[in-house]
């Protein structure tokens, strides 16, 4: 049976997965997270003023929020800017749970685009194209082709979901990115920092979020402005914990 939606902070709805025994965003706010955690900080909009295009790489499409918003906020902010998303699901639920969650976003376009994008896999207008590829991620990874501006790594929590943070995957990312290229995640859990400077990313602090106070950001290369620093102490315990291949237990 269905699971029935349920309100977040800001009015959004989310989903809880059942045997994941997770939600599938932040309690404070679905539509807070997917701008404050991903959108903005992986500064899309600069990119595709600057650039005049952006490509996103977006893992874990879920309910549809973090493409939706992106779309939404880029299109209002650098209008004429050629966008291009890909999505990765390795469990996408059936349209008519997820039409709730589409129609929640803030235009009804959103809703049809996004309804289309599920059922055909590709959503292509003048200025916007999306892809939704249905599969794990760890292998849908290597058929990607061209380079991204920024990824939203957003899968369940490293303890229930390890795969798509791990070092190889992550690495196999980094790989796809353009010089300055920025990824965000929720997750500040030193496992997953190490794995992402392990992988050849630089890492900085995500921004607070809600009731979380951090998550987690990298860069291919460096990047101007440069990524906000982690605590010094904590930069000092990854140095160490890279020169000694000691590993972390997933703890978030
Ligand atoms: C936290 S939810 C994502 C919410 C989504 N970003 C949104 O905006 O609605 C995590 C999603 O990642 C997907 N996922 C987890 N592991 C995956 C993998 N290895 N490959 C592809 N998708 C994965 C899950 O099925 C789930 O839909």
Redesign the pocket.
């Known amino acids: 049976m269905a699971q029935p939606a349920i309100l977040t902070g800001d009015g959004s709805p989310?989903l809880f997965?059942r045997t994941?025994g997770?939600?599938?965003?932040s309690l404070s706010g679905?539509h807070l997270?997917?701008r404050q955690r991903?959108i903005e900080p992986c500064r899309v909009i600069r990119t595709a003023r600057v650039r005049g295009q952006i490509r996103i790489l977006?893992?874990?499409?879920?309910?549809?929020?973090?493409?939706?918003?992106a779309v939404h906020d880029i299109q209002r902010a650098a209008p004429g800017a050629a966008i291009e998303i890909v999505s990765?699901?390795?469990?996408?639920?059936p349209g008519d749970q997820l039409k709730l969650?589409f129609r929640a976003l803030p235009q009804a376009r959103l809703s049809v685009m996004l309804k289309r994008l599920v059922e055909e896999r590709r959503w292509i207008e003048e200025g916007l194209q999306l892809t939704l590829l249905v599969?794990?991620?760890?292998q849908?990874i290597d058929s990607l082709e061209g380079r991204f501006d920024a990824v939203?790594l957003?899968?369940?929590s490293p303890k229930l979901?390890p795969?798509?943070w791990r070092a190889d995957?992550l690495r196999a990312v980094r790989n796809r990115m353009v010089e300055g290229g920025i990824l965000s995640t929720y997750s500040s859990a030193r496992r997953v920092r190490l794995s992402l400077l392990r992988s050849g990313w630089q890492i900085g602090c995500g921004p607070a979020v809600g009731m979380k106070s951090s998550g987690t950001l990298a860069s291919a290369g460096s990047v101007q402005p440069p990524l906000p620093p982690l605590d010094a102490k904590l930069q000092r315990k990854l140095a160490r914990q890279m020169c000694s291949g000691q590993e972390e237990d997933l703890d978030e």
């Open positions: 989310t997965h994941v997770e939600h599938y965003h679905a997270e997917a991903f977006d893992i874990g499409f879920g309910l549809g929020t973090n493409l939706g918003w990765l699901e390795r469990d996408l639920l969650f599969g794990d991620a760890e849908l939203f957003d899968p369940f979901n795969g798509p995957f």
